[in-house]
């Protein structure tokens, strides 16, 4: 079934004009801000916006002009796909600028985000999701354990920097952890400037350590303007406290970590292929995942949380590819990490960890037997009051 890709080359000679912004346009540009951009686009809002078509073409060379990997998690389509874009005068014409990339070890900090100006001049603000760094990694890990991700003020800071510098209207994009930073940045923007956002764009982000953001006017008022997908076997969207407003985008791929890679979602005739719901993988990770929000307390998340960064810290590594392959030496330093922790510590963690496991269990025979949990109903029927609301 065709994807992104298609989608480039089939509309790519359609001016925005002609159709605008959608939703494939969206996961589009998802996949161009995992791009170095930065490289190519000054980081300043005064500077010279560089046309889309030479910043692909300049990140090309740089790269030897040959299409390489992003890491170990995310493909060399993303290269392809971008100099797609750079051919196609849909794409090749829109102005970047004020690209900006944050990285920082301890603490761990991973973010970059890009603004590209539409010919009405909407500005589409694009956030990254996580990389092959480890940093990347650990920031998401402070998300999913409740620390909340230190990218956040950095977006909140640029969404009001793109409200200053240009007086139209505002579009959000985000995948995996840059669709939670676009959703958390939206929800806690000013009102004047919440105002102004068209839409806000969730692909597959996690949610948040509570429901308070959900249960706000912010939310409320953004709702019709928001839009949450997620593949069948979605995963990591299913993390944390999230919503239930999410449409569902059918997938090439049936493993749910590999469903997330937005390269797999599909695309027909200029739209996404969407289906009722989640499916059974998608439901028992929603469900797992729930409980453990549930039934963790502080305590638990702290020890995961050190244990995790101590480890991290034993390994020595960048990124995941350098992980792999210096893999008997980083398995050496994450072990002498786990040797060298008191052991208190060592016991509380097991003890966190086996009630963790003993959740997943428990979760399992509850779909064995059929048993449909309470939020599960409740969860149901919001997006059926959901979907009423937004089709009038």
């Not at 494939?24 to 809002?45: H, R, S, W």
């Not at 839409?199 to 912010?218: I, S």
């Not at 928001?226 to 791929?253: I, K, Q």
Request: aromatic share 10%; hydrophobic share 40%.
């Amino acid at each position: 079934m065709p994807g992104v890709s298609e989608y480039i080359e089939e509309f790519g000679e359609r001016s925005f004009e002609e159709l605008p912004f959608g939703d494939a346009d969206n996961l589009t540009l998802c996949q161009l801000i995992y791009m170095p951009l930065e490289k190519a686009v000054g980081a300043d809002f005064d500077a010279e916006p560089v046309p889309l078509a030479d910043a692909c073409r300049h990140l090309f060379a740089l790269n030897g002009y040959a299409h390489k990997r992003l890491g170990l998690v995310l493909s060399k389509d993303y290269s392809i796909n971008m100099m797609k874009m750079a051919a196609q005068p849909r794409f090749a014409s829109l102005k970047l600028v004020a690209a900006r990339g944050a990285y920082d070890r301890f603490p761990p900090l991973q973010y970059g985000c890009c603004t590209a100006l539409l010919p009405d001049g909407t500005a589409v603000v694009l956030f990254r999701g996580t990389d092959d760094t480890i940093a990347g990694w650990q920031e998401d890990l402070d998300l999913y354990l409740r620390h909340g991700a230190r990218s956040y003020p950095l977006a909140k800071m640029y969404l009001k920097e793109v409200a200053a510098r240009f007086n139209g209207d505002i579009i959000l994009c985000g995948h995996s952890k840059g669709g939670n930073i676009a959703l958390y940045t939206a929800l806690t923007a000013e009102k004047e400037i919440r105002d102004r956002i068209r839409t806000v764009y969730n692909n597959e982000g996690p949610g948040f350590d509570c429901y308070r953001l959900y249960h706000t006017e912010a939310y409320e008022e953004l709702l019709l303007r928001y839009r949450h997908f997620v593949p069948p076997s979605s995963f990591l969207g299913m993390m944390l406290a999230h919503d239930y407003d999410y449409t569902v985008v059918e997938n090439s791929r049936h493993i749910g970590l590999i469903q997330h890679d937005l390269s797999f979602w599909q695309i027909r005739d200029g739209k996404l292929v969407t289906r009722p719901d989640i499916n059974l993988a998608g439901k028992f990770a929603d469900a797992a995942f729930a409980e453990l929000i549930f039934r963790l307390d502080g305590k638990n998340f702290d020890i995961l949380n050190e244990v995790a960064e101590r480890m991290i810290r034993g390994a020595k590594v960048e990124n995941l590819t350098d992980a792999v392959k210096k893999l008997p030496k980083t398995v050496a330093g994450v072990l002498m990490s786990w040797l060298t922790l008191p052991k208190d510590k060592q016991k509380l963690f097991r003890s966190t960890l086996h009630g963790v496991t003993a959740t997943f269990v428990k979760t399992v025979v509850k779909f064995r037997r059929n048993t449909v949990p309470k939020w599960a109903a409740d969860a149901a029927m919001v997006r059926k009051d959901r979907a009423a609301v937004q089709s009038k």
